[in-house]
């Protein structure tokens, strides 16, 4: 049997943030598809979402690039960053971050998606948008359209957009707002990102490793 695409993906690089042993984006190599894109490096972000330490130490690490922040309602976190928000809101707090909420106490949420891939927020839910300071949380952003139908949902429930934190960012703004990521393009110059009809490894007929989204990975080899 083969077992390439499970050598594949664990055949994975580390770079680690800034002197952070816990902040790690682990890269591999390879031919991928997201959902708004193909790519020549997979992210795998899983264990920076749920393993504690890990964690915790990129929630802190994002949260230093805020602390001269002035106030900060609610974290809105993206594709399974909750984690990371709730480390990274708690250390806001700590450093003296303000939160004008009722409760005094910092929102961290998540939005809900309909079929259509719109970003709702149910009639119990949008006090946390509503009138609020939001910041937004994303684990990578790439081609920009995860962000922009975050930005067009928090316009309409009328929230304010603070800032956008992410732990990987190819751009460093979206709609004249900065993106504050840990990790960038300068980590590693040779990644890529192609539109799904014009993917130049495609078209050099490179087979394709493996389908991911913010949950992971699927391949398609057994
Ligand atoms: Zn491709």
Do not use: W
């Given at each position: ?6 050598y ?5 690089k ?9 902040v790690?984006?682990r890269?591999?190599?390879g ?10 490096y997979?992210m ?6 749920a ?15 805020y ?16 984690v ?10 700590q ?10 106490t910092?929102y ?10 719109q ?12 009138g ?12 920009g ?30 709609d004249?707002?900065p993106i504050?990521?840990l990790?960038?393009q ?7 990102s192609f ?9 050099e007929?490179?087979?394709i ?8 990975y ?5």
């Open positions: 049997m083969n077992n390439g695409g499970y594949i993906m664990q055949n994975y580390k770079i680690q943030y800034n002197g952070h042993n816990d790690i984006l890269i591999t190599p031919h991928f598809i997201t959902p708004h894109s193909h790519v020549n997979y795998d972000l899983c264990d920076t979402k393993r504690m330490k890990e964690a915790r130490a990129t929630g802190e690490a994002l949260a230093e690039m602390l001269a922040s002035d106030v900060i309602d609610t974290i809105l976190c993206l594709n399974g960053m909750e990371v928000g709730a480390y990274m809101g708690d250390k806001l707090t450093a003296g971050i303000i939160s004008l909420n009722s409760h005094k910092m961290i949420t998540q939005p809900e998606y309909n079929v259509n891939g970003m709702m927020f149910r009639d119990n839910n949008k006090h946390m948008i509503s609020k300071k939001v910041l937004i949380l994303i684990d990578s952003a790439t081609t359209g995860t962000l922009l139908t975050a930005l067009n949902s928090v316009r309409f429930y009328q929230g304010e957009i603070v800032g956008i934190s992410a732990v990987f960012s190819i751009a460093t703004q979206i004249s707002i504050r990521a990790f960038t300068r980590d590693f110059p040779d990644y890529a539109p799904q009809d014009g993917c130049k490894l495609c078209k007929g490179v087979p490793d493996a389908i991911c989204n913010g949950f992971g699927s391949t398609f080899e057994q």
